[in-house]
């Protein structure tokens, strides 16, 4: 559904990484369809895919969802859209 025409992905910073910290902070990955329905990314299980991790969370936009660009929110509550995922990432989703 991600790569259908006039689908957008947006991600939310769900808890602000720490410096400090090597694996820190909290992001969702949502897809919004051309009618502005927002689905949350979720495991086979059908929980929350919490991505925690700077590598997790890029390689979710690139290898996954082969965005077209990638704009990460870095405050708790704070959600930035507007990218398009392309056909032909290199690892698809489960």
């Known amino acids: 559904m991600a790569a259908t ?4 992905v ?17 992001w969702l990955f ?10 949350m990314l979720v495991t086979a299980t059908a929980r929350e895919r919490i991505i925690n991790s700077p590598i997790g969370l ?9 965005l077209d660009h990638l704009d990460v929110p870095f405050v708790a509550g704070d959600v930035r859209g507007g990218m398009h995922s392309r ?8």
């Open 5 to 8: 025409d006039g689908a957008t």
């Open 58 to 66: 890029f390689g979710m936009a690139s290898g996954k969802l082969n």
């Open 87 to 94: 056909p032909g990432g290199s690892d698809p989703l489960e």
């Open 30 to 39: 949502y897809v919004v369809s051309r009618e502005g329905d927002r689905f």
């Open 10 to 26: 947006e991600i939310e910073c769900v808890s602000a990484p720490d410096p400090a910290e090597r694996f820190s902070g909290e």
